[in-house]
């Protein structure tokens, strides 16, 4: 039979304190913590890729076909924000975006511009197959464009290559993303559009860096987590740091 624990009296008459329980390790704190919150689902580490990629993969989209305003994710926020409106008076082609759960040398993930019939709402992801890749010299730095193709388009999804695409389609591809940075002084270059192999090798390549998440467990702690993904994530590692 359990007994109620009780309160020994002191030598003045009163109750002794009750002893300090002990506190939880700091691992287990942070996962507690973990446990108690929501945290919202952020497009670049969160979406998944897709079991098709490279060849077919989710793509989140930044900018819509038609539109002058530079949208781009913000890393920290997970969000989609104004960069800038464009110095000059072209429009984007095609919608624009990203490839989740991917890593460049320029430490984005890979872009991709999506060649579909209607312009969609910056946010939205959609599932895109790669039909060529444009590389492209941003200011001395490669940046080069996955061209794809909406999945679920029917008007382009039997496209399978870049050489599938009219020519006249190229060439306004080209000349958007030469054009476009003139009027901010800024040079860039785009060479000759390269096959669907290309693009596949580029976006596996970048599939297999590992991309850093921070997550912000406590702000009053100041402790955050840091995910690694596929090196530790789908292990059931996680390993904080004091920020």
């Given amino acids: 039979q359990q007994v109620a624990a009780t309160k020994e009296p002191s030598a003045n008459g009163t109750a002794a304190p009750a002893p300090k329980t002990k506190t939880p390790a700091l691992n287990e704190r942070i996962l507690s913590s973990i446990t108690r919150r929501s945290v919202a689902a952020h497009p670049w580490h969160d979406l998944e890729i897709g079991p098709d990629a490279p060849t077919i993969f989710n793509c989140v989209i930044e900018i819509p076909k038609g539109s002058k305003v530079k949208y781009e994710l913000d890393k920290k926020t997970g969000l ?3 960069d800038r409106v464009l110095y000059s008076s072209v429009v984007y082609p095609h919608n624009y975006g990203f490839i989740p759960r991917t ?4 430490s984005d993930p890979i872009d991709v511009l999506v060649i579909m019939q209607e312009p969609v ?7 895109a197959k790669a039909i ?3 590389p492209m010299i941003d200011q001395g730095e490669a940046d080069d464009k996955i061209i794809a ?3 679920d388009d029917p008007e382009y999804r039997h496209f399978n290559d870049i050489k599938d695409l009219p020519p006249h389609r190229l060439a306004e591809i080209r000349r958007f993303f030469e054009d476009y940075k003139k009027n901010e002084n800024k040079e860039v270059a785009v060479n000759d559009f390269l096959p669907s192999e290309d693009a596949y090798e580029a976006i596996q390549h970048s599939m297999s860096v590992p991309i850093p998440r921070f997550i912000h467990v406590d702000p009053s702690s100041n402790i955050c987590i840091e995910l690694i993904w596929r090196h530790f994530i789908f292990q059931g590692s996680l ?4 920020c």
């Fill in 121 to 127: 709402v910056p946010g939205c992801f959609l599932r």
């Fill in 132 to 134: 060529g890749l444009m």
């Fill in 103 to 106: 890593l460049c040398d320029d």
């Fill in 239 to 242: 390993c904080y740091l004091h």
């Fill in 149 to 151: 193709v909406c999945a």
């Fill in 80 to 82: 989609i924000k104004v």
